[in-house]
T-cell receptor, first 109, second 113 residues
């Protein structure tokens, strides 16, 4: 069983559409991070959220940490083909960093 | 500043062979970890270490051994490789604490035939 459940696992959309990726758990995390990974490379950190209810924006990407620090969401506005990639959430729990299974996003021009 | 260095980048093993994946970091980070990445599974934690001389199991430790004799190095050993261990392996390091950045190596592609 996955400690961090990401949904959806696959997402294929047209350029200009909006999308939201969810990361859910029954555990409370001290912090939660979102990563983006390109084929053949390691994950690259996008953002870290630490406080329950926190919202962070990175250009067209909006990240939210749930009030109870058990879940998070990533919203992309007006997606572009350059947003294509694997998006991973990761939570800090008991000294370990645990990853969700990832969301494979494809944005078609 | 090399960051996190992993070797080898590619390796093919026969079932039953042993090998060690090397990982070194030059940032004096306390925390180091090994993950494996398989399609549809994200990154799964194999073993981690919170400092020299201290290691602990992650989510999928079976078939793997680690040691942490120095702050810089955290090798991952496969004692008797199995086809189920075919995967991409990532080493990572960070300074522990909320909100700290984790640094990944470039990955090691391992195939067990």
């Amino acid at each position: 069983t996955q400690l961090l459940e990401q949904s959806p696992q696959f997402l294929s959309i047209q350029e200009g559409e909006n999308l939201t990726v969810y990361c859910n758990s029954s555990s409370v995390f001290s912090s939660l991070q979102w990563y983006r990974q390109e084929p053949g490379e390691g994950p690259v950190l996008l953002v870290t959220v630490v406080t329950g209810g926190e919202v962070k924006k990175l250009k067209r990407l909006t990240f939210q940490f749930g009030d109870a620090r058990k879940d998070s969401s990533l919203h992309i506005t007006a997606a572009q083909p350059g947003d294509t990639g694997l998006y991973l959430c990761a939570g800090a729990l008991g000294g370990k960093l645990i990853f969700g299974q990832g969301t494979e996003l494809s944005v078609k021009p | 500043n090399a960051g996190v260095t992993q070797t080898p980048k590619f390796q093919v093993l026969k079932t039953g062979q042993s090998m060690t994946l090397q990982c070194a970091q030059d940032m004096n980070h306390e925390y180091m970890s090994w993950y494996r990445q398989d399609p549809g599974m994200g990154l799964r934690l194999i073993h981690y270490s919170v400092g020299a001389g201290i290691t602990d199991q992650g989510e999928v430790p079976n078939g793997y051994n680690v040691s942490r004799s120095t702050t810089e190095d955290f090798p991952l050993r496969l004692l008797s490789a199995a086809p189920s261990q075919t995967s991409v392996y990532f080493c990572a390091s960070m300074v522990r604490g909320p909100g700290n950045t984790i640094y990944f190596g470039e990955g090691s592609w391992l195939t067990v035939v």
